[in-house]
């Protein structure tokens, strides 16, 4: 490399970079950039090969952060050499912002790129490899995690892969440091690989055709046709100012005569010869040695015999529950199942076999639902029935209503009563101070015995039951089968990762959003999201109000909240159409959850929840105390008993609920389930209240990351639509339960 | 991987990614819970997990390792 830089790049003719690309801008020389796979570890070379310090700053025009900093003399690597950490990608035909912004950086021209590889996962690598190889960009490949995949009973042969390439290719371990001594001394022999993905006739014929007119740039012209032909829209405001206007026309013309002969999109097509390619080679330079086969060699008859006997016992305890036939609900009937369903836990605990079954079953179309139909029955019965039905009467009734609320009422009395006059506070004041406390909107009474009385033990319950969940392996069968019924919607299968999210936590699943392709895309995931998917804690506690509930109420709830999400998903697709992206997902086999893992993770949860909901409620409470002290609260109620009482039939009182709700949904749900324990709603009237909460916008933080990605115009819209749309469908299920003669 | 090193890294759940705690950081950027916010973010799919408190770290040191667990 001449300029700045130390590396010699040989000449051009030899298959590497020419330094000199004649435009006069000598400052780009001596930049290299990391690409690859996101997390694969490109910050951890990144950091190994540049030290400590680091620019940090958005890309311009963007959000997404870039890395950069000179590089440490390592091997040939010299120490005048910038290097760039660019978002990670899957593709350099981008679909993300994150993918754009390292497509520009590629674009604008650098020297050589260090490619960062997960070696566990070699095909998804290899088509950045060949959008590499037909850019023209002299690459090295480093294959990460070689350990790991190892682990998995990978063996990569990397000197066929480096013929195969035509690069170097390094093995690395990058968090130990293995390997980057020598991708220092590789960096040297970087090349452009030869490596060529074998496009179809009329592909190959159209690239030739655009080629031509694409040629001078930085980036390699088969590249750049490629992109164009995969009608990559990113592309056009950069073409504009560098390529002749009949040329672009012409561009234009090639790329829709090919469509004209493809059946699919040119891009697609192009993609799948990419995949077809990465595929091949990965086969040709990977042995496998499996410690599965045996397993799966082995009969799995008995085992299957099993589960399926015990998805059958777990159905028959629903419909007992469910009244649907009288003979089910026989204490002898009810026994069999649970001994049946223990004795499928019992071998899932025991036997591997048990185990593959169980996973091949839970993300099989069909019947993965009916596992997952499954899976909730028996968190509901836990959370809902077990620790809903005596933990929480026992908190609440015997613990903060018996013992502590008339403990700090009195202190708090006796204080005053000492305290308020030696520091000459009027009785008017102590009366507010008292009622903040312990009054009926005290932070004592409402927020501690919410938080502490009601939430925490069921969810606890709840997050018990979910870190099993999490550690069984369940959660990527959870998202496959759910992608199933999202393509069926007719969204794209990205959307599937944030609405699984937004299980956890709405307002990150929010963030996670950015992943979708386009701003509509982003939008409609995110109203989705606002509009119908409980966090964990608001599932938690709904679980619990089921608990107490008649069995068709979770039904209802769950139909009614799952058939708004389609609806709402399908009549937006049909507003925006466009290309549907595949969910790549490794699916990790079924574990035997630990105990450690489940206490540690079951902690970690809790300890966060109090931390994090608990001053939120407190906070929540003490707004409500000065709404009804300034007599805002009566006139909130007023305003709103045409919906609450007229609409969803439910006491005005209600309105509180809806309004704490605003600040975290478990604490709006905590009231409807304290309405509920105090008789002033009927199951019916808490079906409704939960239905019509859970459709709410989720939390005012939800509400800023709304704003903040969105911008305030389509937060406040969203919210004009979803408030009103949610009393519409809780007045809906009202009408409808009370005409089938529910009460 | 050193095992010191392997020992602190947080396997998500979701999809199996391995990542340190900084790395699950990375998700507090541009978000308003961030300095209240304890939970961590997978680099590659987003799910997200309560981060190592000292509660649990201390808890880590009395529960059995889960390193060796013979599954399928």
């Known amino acids: ?743 | 991987m050193t095992s010191s090193a392997a020992d602190n890294l947080i396997t998500c759940p979701l999809c199996g990614e391995r990542y340190s705690e900084a790395e699950g950081q990375s998700c507090h950027q541009g978000c308003p819970l961030q300095r209240q916010c304890s939970l961590l973010g997978c680099p590659r799919c987003g799910y997200e997990v309560p981060g190592p408190t000292r509660l649990t770290r201390w808890l880590k040191r009395w529960l059995p390792s889960t390193e060796g667990r013979g599954d399928a």
């Open chain 1, 1 to 743: 490399m001449k300029g700045n830089g130390e590396i010699l790049w040989p000449d051009a003719a030899d298959g590497q970079r020419p330094a000199d690309t004649g435009n006069g801008d000598r400052t780009r020389f001596g930049r290299l950039a990391l690409v690859g796979n996101p997390n694969v570890g490109k910050s951890v070379i990144f950091g190994a090969l540049t030290g400590t310090y680091a620019t940090v700053s958005n890309y311009p025009g963007t959000t997404v952060e870039v890395s950069r900093a000179p590089a440490r003399a390592t091997g040939r690597l010299g120490a005048g050499i910038e290097l760039i950490d660019t978002p990670g990608v899957n593709s350099l035909t981008p679909s993300s912002e994150d993918e754009r912004v390292t497509r520009d950086i590629l674009l604008t021209g650098v020297d050589g790129v260090i490619q960062v590889a997960d070696a566990k996962n070699l095909p998804r690598a290899l088509i950045v490899s060949l959008q590499l190889a037909e850019a023209g960009i002299p690459f090295v490949l480093v294959l990460n995690m070689m350990d790991e995949a190892a682990d998995r009973g990978l063996h990569i042969d990397t000197a066929k892969l480096s013929a195969a390439l035509g690069v170097p290719v390094l093995p690395t371990i990058a968090v130990s440091g293995r390997g980057l001594r020598e991708l220092g001394e590789a960096l040297g022999e970087a090349r452009v690989s030869h490596y060529r993905a074998p496009y179809s006739v009329a592909a190959e014929r159209a690239l030739t055709q655009i080629e031509p007119l694409l040629s001078g740039f930085e980036i390699g012209a088969r590249g750049l046709a490629s992109m164009c032909l995969a009608g990559d829209q990113t592309l056009g405001p950069w073409l504009a100012p560098r390529v002749a206007a009949p040329a672009l026309d012409t561009i234009e013309g090639v790329c829709r005569d090919l469509q004209a002969q493809l059946r699919g999109p040119a891009g697609y097509q192009l993609n799948r010869a990419r995949v077809h390619a990465a595929q091949q080679l990965t086969q040709l330079v990977t042995r496998v040695v499996t410690h599965q086969s045996p397993l799966l060699a082995a009969g799995t008859g008995p085992w299957t015999a099993i589960a399926l006997s015990a998805l059958a016992a777990c159905l028959i305890l629903l419909a007992g529950d469910l009244h649907l036939l009288p003979f089910l609900e026989h204490p002898a009937v009810r026994a069999v199942g649970w001994l049946t369903i223990g004795a499928a836990l019992v071998a899932a605990d025991r036997r591997a076999e048990m185990r593959v079954v169980i996973g091949r079953y839970a993300s099989q179309p069909g019947i993965g639902f009916a596992v997952l139909l499954v899976v909730l029955y028996v968190i509901y019965q836990f959370v809902g029935v077990l620790a809903a039905g005596t933990a929480v009467e026992f908190l609440e009734e015997r613990v903060f209503a018996g013992w502590i609320n008339p403990l700090v009422t009195g202190a708090v009395d006796s204080a005053l009563a000492a305290a308020a006059p030696a520091a000459g506070i009027g009785a008017a004041v102590a009366h507010l101070l008292r009622d903040a406390l312990v009054g009926p909107y005290g932070m004592v009474t409402i927020a501690l015995t919410y938080a502490l009385a009601i939430i925490l033990p069921i969810v606890t319950a709840f997050f018990l039951v979910f870190s099993i969940l999490e550690d069984s392996g369940y959660l990527p069968r959870l998202a496959v089968i759910v992608n199933r019924s999202f393509r069926a919607m007719g969204l794209s299968g990205k959307a599937v990762l944030p609405m699984i999210l937004g299980l956890g936590c709405d307002t990150m699943a929010t963030l996670t959003a950015r992943i979708m392709e386009t701003r509509k895309e982003r939008i409609l995931v995110t109203l989705l999201l606002a509009l119908g998917v409980p966090c964990s804690a608001q599932l938690g506690v709904i679980l619990g109000l089921f608990g107490a509930l008649p069995a068709w109420a979770p039904l209802v709830w769950g139909g009614v909240v799952i058939g708004v999400l389609f609806l709402v998903g399908f009549l937006a697709s049909q507003l925006l159409p466009g290309e549907r992206s595949d969910l790549i997902l490794e699916v990790p086999p079924i574990r035997r959850p630990q105990l450690s893992n489940i206490v540690l993770k079951t902690m970690a949860r809790l300890e966060w929840y109090v931390k994090e909901a608990v001053p939120v409620f407190i906070l929540g409470t003490f707004v409500l105390f000065v709404l009804d002290a300034t007599g805002v609260l009566t006139r909130i109620v007023s305003a709103s008993e045409p919906a609450i009482v007229g609409l969803l039939s439910l006491p005005a009182k209600a309105a509180e609920a809806f309004l704490i709700g605003f600040f975290r949904r478990d604490y709006g749900s905590a009231g409807i389930y304290a309405l509920f324990q105090q008789g002033q709603l009927a199951p019916v009237q808490a079906v409704v209240a939960l239905i019509t909460i859970t459709l709410f916008v989720p939390c005012v933080a939800n509400f800023f990351v709304i704003v903040k990605e969105h911008g305030l115009a389509i937060a406040v819209a969203m919210s004009a639509f979803i408030f009103p749309f949610a009393v519409v469908v809780g007045s809906v299920v009202n009408l409808s339960l009370r005409a089938v003669g529910l009460e």
